[in-house]
């Protein structure tokens, strides 16, 4: 009689999550690229393109255009919130958390959190009212301190719209990768920050030599997890610009929705998401692989310290 196991028990309770994963992710992900093979208007018969699709794709100077707006979005959402956060959880607790106490540090980090609650309509729409060209707010306060001449239709203008957007984004992801920091620094040993304080460390010292290293599982899994949701974002540019002016603010998974549904190009926006889907997924592989080698390296260095410390 064959003995069960403790993992023979796992499986009646990973069955349900398996079965959403595949009828959510995997059903619709390979329909949609059986779509992207072909021609087809939404209506009516789809006729087989092949690898049409995908050729004209590769010179299509729109979708590259977007895709490189899409590099600045990752700067937005991954690496400008991930220093940024790194600082600020430092601040907030080495010395907000110490001088004023750990109640006032929650408040900050919940007020730094806030954006990520609210949904990206309702500050999409905020930011709107604010970066107004005639009665919005940055332009009243900008002739009210006597700087009216650098007063611009910041959504508007083709020059100004894609940066405009990334300070808007920076505002919504910031919350994340800083809640996240906080965290980590949870686990450091304090004794590692007095002992470099007694001799002499300053802040900047400190944070340098041993928040950041501590701190590397959650710099990779923040900047995963950012860079993903940059390649991804679509609902602050179609609240804020819907890609415009001209496509200045056009990134790849809006592009594929023009496509897909202005265009009626159906078959062609299915291979635009499809490309797009591909690179998100090698990007998380590779992440995911950086990660798992980091923390192996670190585990053979804590292994070999302990070792040497025990013949000694």
């Known amino acids: 009689m064959r003995v069960r196991g403790p993992r023979d028990s796992y499986a009646p309770y990973l069955l349900p999550g398996v079965l959403a994963f595949l009828a959510v992710i995997v059903v619709p992900f390979l329909m949609n690229t059986g779509v992207s093979f072909t021609d087809w208007q939404g209506v009516g018969s789809p006729s087989w393109a092949g690898l049409g699709n995908y050729r004209e794709l590769l010179g299509d100077t729109d979708f590259w255009a977007s895709f490189r707006h899409s590099l600045f979005m990752v700067v937005a959402m991954a690496a400008v919130p991930t220093a940024l956060g790194l600082v600020l959880a430092a601040a ?11 109640r006032i540090s929650a408040v900050l980090r919940a007020c730094f959190y806030l954006p990520q609650v609210l949904p990206i309509a309702v500050a999409g729409i905020v930011w709107s009212w604010i970066l107004a060209p005639e009665d919005g707010s940055l332009n009243a306060f900008l002739r009210a301190i006597g700087l009216g001449g650098w007063q ?78 940059a390649l991804k974002v679509f609902g602050a540019v179609y609240v804020l610009t819907k890609g415009g002016p001209g496509g200045a603010t056009d990134v790849p ?45 670190e585990d053979t260095t804590t292994a070999e310290d302990t070792t040497t410390g025990g013949r000694a």
């Open 92 to 102: 907030l607790f080495d010395h907000v958390a110490r001088h004023f106490g750990t």
């Open 152 to 229: 611009r239709d910041w959504l508007g203008d083709p020059d100004f719209a894609l940066y405009s957007v990334m300070g808007v984004l920076v505002w919504v992801q910031i919350g994340f990768p800083l809640v996240v920091f906080m965290a980590g620094l949870q686990r450091v040993d304090p004794e590692l920050h007095e002992a470099a304080e007694l001799d002499g460390a300053g802040w900047w010292r400190r944070f340098r030599h041993i928040t950041l290293p501590q701190l590397r599982p959650e710099i990779h899994v923040v900047l995963t997890w950012c860079t993903i949701a």
């Open 253 to 297: 998974s809006y592009f594929s929705f023009t496509t897909f549904f202005e265009k009626t190009q159906v078959g062609y926006g299915a291979a635009i998401s499809t490309v797009l889907t591909v690179i998100i997924l090698a990007l998380s592989l590779v992440g995911l692989r950086l990660q798992a080698r980091a923390q192996d390296a």
